[in-house]
Antibody, heavy 119, light 109 residues
């Protein structure tokens, strides 16, 4: 059974870079036709797609975050990662990783990790 | 950019009642729409994909319908565990971009 687990610092200072990793277990991150995505949810608010990486390595980002986001894959560790630069308090949120099928539906989610941006 | 608008923002119903949630797209998305359920402190769970297909393990009381710009999630008879927030999601073809609606909170009346 495929499982995803987010990890990374729970507190990031303003203007620094937020870095999170999603570890995939129970299956290969190199499986064809899947996307691996990041979604966030500010406290008390709705879901926002951050970006996704295709099994081929192609990346797709939310236009509103594109200038600050990098998503990458480490197949040797069965992980994919998120980097969000120049963070502000508005980036405080629960960050989820998820697997998408070829149509883009988020079938499997991690449990989420809370990241607070504060000095 | 396609915008998804969900209505109502909050829906107050009693167990056993029928719930009808709406999601409207700013332009046609064909049948490329999904619905998720999120309970407090939990990750969202996929309920419906491709507008009307139930995901594995989702009870038959959940159904999705619609195409083009107007979509509906129906819960035929509410169970206590169905009270949660529901989101719709679409993906644009190219470049692939995912958008969520703002959510509908289904609360106990």
């Amino acid at each position: 059974q495929l499982q995803l687990q987010e990890s990374g610092p729970g507190l990031v200072k303003p203007s620094e870079t937020l870095s999170l990793t999603c570890t995939v277990s129970g299956g290969s991150i190199s499986s064809s036709s899947y996307y691996w995505g990041w979604i966030r949810q500010p406290p008390g608010k709705g879901l926002e797609w951050i970006g996704s990486i295709y099994y081929s390595g192609s990346t797709y980002y939310n236009p509103s975050l594109k200038s600050r986001v990098t998503i990458s894959v480490d197949t040797s560790k069965n992980q994919f990662s998120l980097k969000l630069s120049s963070v502000t308090a508005a980036d405080t949120a629960v960050y989820y990783c998820a697997r998408q099928d070829s149509s883009g539906w988020f079938f499997i989610w991690g449990q989420g990790t809370m990241v607070t941006v504060s000095s | 950019e396609i915008v998804l608008t969900q209505s109502p923002a909050t829906l107050s119903l009693s167990p056993g009642e029928r719930a009808t949630l709406s999601c409207r797209a700013s332009q046609s998305v064909s049948s490329y729409l999904a619905w998720y359920q999120q309970k407090p402190g939990q990750a969202p769970r996929l309920l419906i994909y491709d507008a009307s297909n139930r995901a594995t393990g989702i009870p038959a009381r959940f159904s999705g319908s619609g195409s083009g710009t107007d979509f509906t999630l129906t819960i035929s008879s509410l169970e206590p565990e169905d009270f949660a927030v529901y989101y719709c999601q679409q993906r644009s073809n190219w470049p692939p971009e995912d958008t969520f609606g703002q959510g509908t909170k289904l609360e106990i009346k």
